[in-house]
């Protein structure tokens, strides 16, 4: 157990518990983090999507096949798959600014959770070879004190028993914050920020690339481009949470 979590075991016998997202008492609740309405309040991406790009598809089309849907086929994707469980939004939004921001690093159990008990996600890990975290420079990182990312990777690793390689794609640059850039300065703020160290230890490798929220996935796509060009035999990208509008 960390040091984290047994303060937190502490704080709860001192002081009342609360629901992270309405701050209802959480004392009569089964809940840990989330009282049962707002646990119930997840904004799970229910409807079927598209294998490839992860958009999603009407209700009628079937087609969930690799080469992908009306709004992906032929288009260059630089990774194989795309599964997000969640939209960035409502409850999941809070658990993800509390995690990350106020750096409430046992969140990361729940949110891993959420991750490995979605059925796409459970299809890809054992089919995989490797699992990496999109990585955060090391001054964000000591900063925050984690990164999120490999904190869900973890999780994943640990259930699914596969391999992690945190520290073979790195990020080499430390760009400016993303929020308020379009797609295309993200672009350009984004470029070469990312390299790996030992392209062999990827070279024929079925990767699963793990990202926390996914915006216009411009990083994500960076990341998948570096791991294609150290010779990666497949990418599966999985993602927590996506923002549901964005430009
Ligand atoms: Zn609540
Ligand atoms: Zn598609």
Known sequence: MAIGDYLHTFLDIFYPRSCLHCNRNLNNSHGLYLCETCAGKIPY???PCCIRCGALLGPHVKSKAKEGCAACKGKYLPFD????????DDVMKT???KFKYARLKFLSRLLHDIL??????????PDSDVIVPVPLHWFKKMRRGFNQSELLSLGIQRHFSKPLSANNLC?????ASQTHLSKNQRQV??????FVAVPE?????????????LTTGVTASECSKKL???GAASIHLLVLATAKHHD
């Open 45 to 47: 991406i229910s409807h």
């Open 81 to 88: 798959t795309m599964t997000s469980v969640a939209y960035y």
């Open 95 to 97: 658990l993800i600014h």
């Open 116 to 125: 490995i008990s979605h059925g796409r996600v459970r299809e890809v890990v």
């Open 171 to 175: 990020r080499c640059r430390n760009t």
């Open 189 to 194: 703020n984004i470029h070469n920020a990312f």
């Open 201 to 213: 230890s990827f070279r024929g490798k079925r990767v699963v690339l793990v990202d926390d929220v």
């Open 228 to 230: 294609r060009e150290a």
